[in-house]
């Protein structure tokens, strides 16, 4: 008997006892469809969190100006500390080092952003006192928009001639449009506020030119969600609110796609260290967090597989429940095996058969299985914020071993069946 007739055999067997075959079914459907289910909702949560890294410049490469160093590893004393150890101005890096990083990596430099710390102020429209927002006060260099994925939805946003003439203008975010202007954009834009630096007299004025889009948050953004007010304002346009906003403490490069960070990283290093190497009291690390985010990644990875074997426990249990079935059926059809066998049906004739009967029972349940997770796990992304598919090879992977599940399963069954005397198998009841 050659596999082809195996096969229909099986299937018409199956076919005659549909209310058994359903319910041996459902075991393995309940099994590969949680881990389906599991494997989807990882995949949801990894790209949130990707995409969340991404977003904060996490994934961008750090450079900072440091105190150097003496030979025993201390830092040393500058000729010309800062405030409170703090980098003093004319130690800073500034848009002409930015420029020229620009010009001296072509094609790899895509986006360079200032790492300045916002301000909290008190925002009132024009001079009236009332109403007021406490807000963030941001300076922005002309790649942040870009870096940061920061939407315009009304108005515009800034452009070159705006950091070039230190235009005193802004953009704000939704938070302050509705607690300044009714939430109307139209009576926003336009709008003169004045910023005063809380606790102090330092006041100034800005006209607004932008307002930030509705940003669309996933659950995980949402648990850590502090949005406030926010006024951002060209870098040029910072000075009283942000003294000395045009030199900078630190940048974040953010590398064009494909450029290979192993190969870069050290060249931005000497670049940097060309531009200080006069400077007896600080030098400039460049520090890259892709190891740190690639372990990152492995971990979630190592997390949802472990998650998905523990979800695989109960596909077990259904191969079990296969097996179980699969011994009531050869007992139910021990006379078919003895007219078989005398017939001239082979032993590996019979266990082929009940092999492929608990093989096609998994994969049926299987397949199932994995359009049901499927369907679960992308209505459970969809609610979390990131619609995904479960991986290809979590789907391969799971029907593979519903296939090796009716294998070991079914084998026990199909071995006895195989065993059975003919005669025996003839005469019994």
Not at 317 to 345: D, H, Q, W, Y
Request: charged share 20%.
């Amino acid at each position: 008997m050659n596999l082809g007739e195996s096969i229909s055999l099986a299937v018409t067997s199956l076919r005659a006892n549909k209310m058994r075959s359903v319910l041996t079914l459902l075991g393995v459907i309940v099994g590969i469809s949680s881990v389906i289910i599991v494997l989807t909702l990882g995949a949801s949560l990894q790209k949130q969190l990707y995409s969340s890294i991404e977003a904060s410049g996490a994934n961008d490469t750090n450079v900072q100006v440091v105190q150097r160093e003496d030979d025993k590893g201390q830092r040393q004393e500058p000729q010309y500390p800062g405030m409170m150890g703090d980098v003093p101005v004319r130690d800073q890096l500034t848009p002409d080092d930015v420029r020229a990083l620009k010009a001296a990596f072509p094609g790899e430099v895509s986006l360079v952003t200032y790492s300045m710390w916002g301000v909290q102020v008190t925002i009132t429209p024009g001079l009236d006192s009332s109403p007021e927002s406490d807000a963030m006060f941001t300076p922005i260099g002309e790649d942040y928009i870009a870096a940061k994925d920061l939407q315009v939805g009304a108005g515009r946003p800034f452009d070159l001639a705006d950091f070039d003439s230190g235009a005193r203008v802004a953009i704000v975010n939704r938070d302050l449009v509705k607690e300044l202007f009714h939430g109307q954009d139209r009576e926003a834009l336009g709008a003169s506020v004045s910023a005063v630096v809380t606790g102090t007299n330092t006041v100034s004025s800005y006209t607004i030119v932008g307002v930030e889009a509705p940003r669309e948050q996933s659950w995980i953004e949402g648990l850590g969600d502090f949005s406030q007010p926010q006024l951002y304002v060209p870098y040029t346009a910072a000075d009283p609110i942000v003294p000395d906003a045009t030199s900078f403490r630190s940048l974040s490069v953010r590398t064009a796609p494909g450029v290979d960070m192993s190969s870069l990283g050290p060249r931005l290093e000497q670049f940097f260290n060309s531009r200080y190497d006069s400077n007896p009291d600080y030098r400039v690390t460049v520090s890259d967090f892709r190891k740190e985010f690639d372990t990152f990644r492995k971990v979630l990875n190592t997390i949802s597989a472990g998650l998905s074997a523990i979800a695989g426990i109960s596909l077990l249990v259904g191969g079990i429940g296969v097996m179980n079935i699969m011994l009531v059926t050869v007992t139910e059809r021990t006379r078919e095996i003895g007219i078989r066998k005398a017939l001239g049906a082979r032993r590996r004739d019979i266990r082929l058969q009940f092999v492929i009967e608990s093989m096609i029972i998994c994969l049926v349940g299987g397949i199932i299985g994995v359009l049901f997770g499927t369907a679960i796990g992308m209505i459970g992304a969809k609610l979390m914020g990131q619609l995904v598919g479960p991986p290809i090879w979590g789907v391969l992977i799971s029907l593979l071993f519903s296939l090796f599940i009716g294998l070991f399963f079914g084998y026990h069954p199909a071995n006895k069946a195989a065993k059975l005397n003919p005669l025996d198998a003839l005469r019994y009841e």
